[in-house]
Structures are given as C-alpha cells and as structure tokens.
C-alpha cells in the first residue's frame, strides 16, 4: 500500500498587454514554461530522495482554465511512497522541496547580471555561495537544486514569456501557508533567463615544489602533465597563467623537452559538476620559479 500526496500547483501569467489579458499567449512560451515546470519538480524530488534515501514517487498532471486578464493553469502534483515511510517525514520531504525550489530562484534573482558562474564551496558549516560579496549559506537540497543544470534551463524557461511585451508577472502558488508564492516580475527576468555556469568547490588548496615536465604545451589555453620530483605517483594536469613564463615561451626564450624540472607555485580546488556526481580536481600554476632543462638538473640541485 502507498500513501499519496495531492497538491495543486496555480501557475499564473499576468500583465496588462492585450494578448495576455485576452488569455494569449505564444505557443511555443506555454509550452516550454509547462515542460520547464514539469523538470522542476520532477528533478527535485530526484534529488531529495538521492539526499533523504526516500523514495518518493512524482506524477505531474496538467489541468488548464482561464480567469479574468490573464493566463493560467493547474499542475496537479501526486507524491507517494511505501507505508514503511512515516507519513510525518513525507510531508517534511515535500515541504523541504518546495521550500529549496523558491530558495534557488530567490538566489538566481539577486545575483548581479555580470555573475556568469555560480562558485558554490563547501564548508564545515555546510554549502555557501557568494551574492554580491555577502556569504549565503545552502543546506544539500537547496545545493543540489541550484547545481541541477536542467532545473536551471528550466527555471530560465518559464522566465521566457516576462520578456514578451505586456506580460508582467508569473506567480507560482502551491497554496500552502508554510511555502510562500513565489513571484517572479518583468524586473527579474534577465537574472532568471541568463544561462549561468556553476562551479562546485568541495575543497580547495595550494600547490608547490619541483615537478617534471612529461608533457607540455605552447598554447596558454591547454594544460601540462607533470609528475611530483619527491613523489612520483603524484601527477597533475594543470594550466600555467604565470604572465612571465608564457611571455618568454611566446618569444622563444624558453625551450622544454620531456623531463625538464619546473619549480612551481599555484592553486588547485575539488570540484563536482552536480552534487550528487563525482568530484574531480583542477590546477592552475600561478608561478614558474624556475625551470631546470634535464641535461642541467643533476648539477644545478647539487
């Protein structure tokens, strides 16, 4: 037996343009704002229940209706899981989705329209992100929704009809006291449809020491290989942005071969693409101190 959850979700355009308060609206904005909200909830629940370990089941239903100047619709949203599950957790899951939907686009609408990238770190106290030089901490779900790539594309697509003439607001109501409307204005809506990157740092550091050349490159925009001196086992791949160093490769005042030995200085943090993947580790070398050709290396480390 399952226990079922059936909430209804208002989805509401307005303005005062002629086609809207007509109840149009271009075709192709309804459909991708229906799909887009669809992916919202369905990519949410995906996450709450890798984060929760619940096992909550999402069905979406469509049900459309007008009412005086402007265009809406119902999503009928069906949750349900085993009887195992406490009833009082479910709810506490659905209510924590719903919640970490609005706070993800709250976040996407304050974040200046020159923030191309969203740079989330993790802490000790949990997720943080930066708005604008103030610190805004995230719990795992509310991390998880803004790193979601396709609740992103998503959110971006029901924004798409704010930027038609005359349709002024979009008002999600999940008619529930404890999850306020979220209301989404023609002033919100070069923040919500920029197509932002993210970069998930788990971990971050520095690099230093003496690593061997195994490969290299003369273009600024691709990586070298090197393998630590004092442990082997340990390569990098890594951009060099010394300003320096590539201005004397760039005028043939330094040549490499294989085995040739860099003194190095830089940075490196770990990163995931999406909460929930795999973490994978970036380096950038921020400073050449020198670089011994393998022919002089014997002598010169004496």
Same mark, same amino acid.
């Given at each position: 037996?399952?226990?079922?959850?059936?909430?209804?979700?208002?989805?509401?355009? %307005?303005?005062?343009?002629?086609?809207?308060?007509?109840?149009?609206?271009? /075709?192709?904005?309804?459909?991708?704002?229906?799909?887009?909200?669809? !992916?919202?909830?369905?990519? /949410?629940?995906?996450? /709450?229940?890798?984060?929760?370990?619940?096992? =909550?089941?999402?069905?979406?239903? +469509?049900?459309?209706?007008?009412?005086?100047?402007?265009?809406?619709? +119902?999503?009928?949203?069906?949750?349900?899981?085993?009887?195992?599950?406490?009833?009082?957790?479910?709810?506490?899951?659905?209510?924590?989705?719903?919640?970490?939907?609005?706070?993800?686009?709250?976040? #996407?609408?304050?974040?200046?329209?020159?923030? *191309?990238?969203?740079?989330?770190?993790? !802490?000790?106290?949990?997720?943080?992100?930066?708005?604008?030089? %103030?610190?805004?901490? +995230?719990?795992?779900?509310?991390?998880? =929704?803004? *790193?979601?790539?396709?609740?992103?594309?998503?959110?971006?697509?029901?924004?798409?009809?704010?930027?038609? %003439?005359?349709?002024? *607001?979009?008002?999600? %109501?999940?008619?529930?006291?404890?999850?306020?409307?979220?209301?989404? !204005?023609?002033?919100?809506?070069?923040?919500?449809?920029?197509?932002?990157?993210?970069?998930?740092?788990?971990?971050?550091?520095?690099?230093?020491?003496?690593?061997?050349?195994?490969? +290299?490159?003369?273009?600024?925009?691709?990586?070298?290989?090197?393998?630590?001196?004092?442990?082997?086992?340990?390569?990098?791949?890594?951009? =060099?942005?010394?300003?320096?160093?590539?201005?004397?490769?760039?005028?043939?005042?330094?040549?490499?071969?294989?085995?040739?030995?860099?003194?190095?200085?830089?940075?490196?943090?770990?990163?995931?693409?999406?909460?929930?993947?795999?973490?994978?580790?970036?380096?950038? =070398?921020?400073?050449?101190?020198?670089?011994?050709? /393998?022919?002089?290396?014997?002598?010169?480390? #004496?």
């Amino acid at each position: 037996m399952e226990l079922v959850n059936n909430q209804s979700i208002k989805i509401h355009y %307005d303005g005062s343009g002629k086609r809207i308060r007509s109840h149009q609206m271009k /075709a192709s904005y309804v459909s991708a704002s229906i799909e887009g909200l669809d !992916t919202i909830y369905r990519e /949410a629940y995906k996450e /709450a229940n890798r984060i929760y370990r619940s096992k =909550i089941e999402t069905e979406i239903l +469509l049900e459309g209706g007008f009412q005086d100047g402007s265009l809406w619709w +119902l999503l009928k949203l069906f949750t349900s899981e085993s009887e195992s599950q406490q009833s009082l957790e479910k709810r506490s899951v659905s209510h924590s989705v719903l919640n970490s939907i609005q706070y993800a686009i709250n976040l #996407l609408r304050q974040m200046d329209l020159s923030t *191309t990238e969203i740079v989330i770190k993790e !802490t000790t106290e949990g997720f943080e992100i930066d708005i604008d030089g %103030d610190r805004v901490l +995230l719990d795992e779900l509310q991390c998880a =929704i803004l *790193t979601n790539p396709k609740i992103r594309l998503a959110i971006s697509d029901i924004a798409m009809p704010l930027t038609e %003439d005359g349709i002024d *607001t979009l008002i999600i %109501d999940h008619g529930i006291s404890s999850c306020p409307k979220i209301k989404i !204005t023609k002033e919100d809506r070069n923040n919500l449809v920029l197509r932002r990157s993210h970069k998930h740092i788990v971990e971050e550091g520095e690099i230093f020491g003496f690593y061997y050349v195994e490969t +290299l490159s003369y273009n600024p925009r691709s990586k070298w290989k090197l393998i630590s001196k004092d442990n082997p086992s340990n390569s990098v791949t890594a951009y =060099i942005t010394d300003p320096k160093f590539l201005k004397r490769v760039s005028d043939n005042q330094e040549k490499f071969s294989k085995d040739d030995l860099l003194e190095v200085e830089g940075l490196w943090y770990k990163e995931k693409t999406k909460l929930t993947g795999k973490a994978t580790v970036n380096y950038t =070398i921020t400073k050449v101190k020198d670089h011994i050709p /393998a022919e002089d290396k014997q002598w010169k480390l #004496l």
